[in-house]
């Protein structure tokens, strides 16, 4: 177990890494950049087809602004400030469009199944759908 240890503790330091408020955002921002990738893997292991679940923009998100925080205020490196300076904008939009699909999806009035906004049939339980019906639940 010796060598665990100098794993953890390495030259009198966690991981051997001089952490500081800033490390800690950076690492944070790495970790959740990183877990985006499980969480699309397990959405197209699940579905049996390539998805991309909205999630996966939000850990896009979420992580690219903390590595890109790390940048400006930490590494003050313009190549990895470059990296991150404009990721944001296809993560917002990506998120953006999702929400604009779910609200478009037509609710069966019969079963409460979504459906597609071009369907003229339920397909949960072949009830008729219609776009007018689609809001006008109690
Ligand atoms: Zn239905």
Same mark, same amino acid.
């Given at each position: 177990?010796?060598?665990?240890?100098?794993?953890?503790?390495?030259?009198?330091?966690?991981?051997?890494?001089?952490?500081?408020?800033?490390?800690?955002?950076?690492?944070?921002?790495?970790?959740?950049?990183?877990?985006?990738?499980?969480?699309?893997?397990?959405?197209?292991?699940?579905?049996?087809?390539?998805?991309?679940?909205? @999630? *996966?923009? &939000?850990?896009?998100?979420?992580?690219? %602004?903390?590595?890109?925080?790390?940048?400006?205020?930490? /590494?003050? +490196?313009?190549?990895?400030?470059?990296?991150? @300076? *404009?990721? &944001?904008?296809?993560?917002?939009?990506? %998120?953006?469009?999702?929400?604009?699909?779910?609200?478009? /999806?037509? +609710?069966?009035?019969?079963?409460?199944?979504?459906?597609?906004?071009?369907?003229?049939?339920?397909?949960?339980?072949?009830?008729?759908?219609?776009?007018?019906?689609?809001?006008?639940?109690?």
């Amino acid at each position: 177990m010796d060598w665990l240890t100098s794993l953890i503790w390495h030259n009198g330091k966690l991981l051997g890494i001089q952490w500081s408020v800033w490390k800690v955002v950076g690492w944070i921002g790495n970790a959740v950049f990183f877990s985006r990738f499980f969480v699309q893997w397990y959405a197209t292991e699940k579905l049996k087809r390539v998805v991309v679940p909205t @999630a *996966f923009w &939000w850990l896009s998100l979420t992580g690219s %602004l903390l590595l890109l925080s790390y940048a400006l205020f930490y /590494q003050k +490196d313009s190549v990895f400030i470059f990296a991150y @300076a *404009f990721t &944001w904008i296809p993560y917002i939009r990506n %998120l953006i469009i999702h929400r604009r699909h779910a609200q478009a /999806q037509l +609710d069966c009035a019969d079963c409460g199944k979504l459906s597609p906004p071009q369907s003229n049939f339920c397909s949960g339980c072949g009830a008729r759908l219609s776009p007018a019906a689609e809001k006008a639940g109690p």
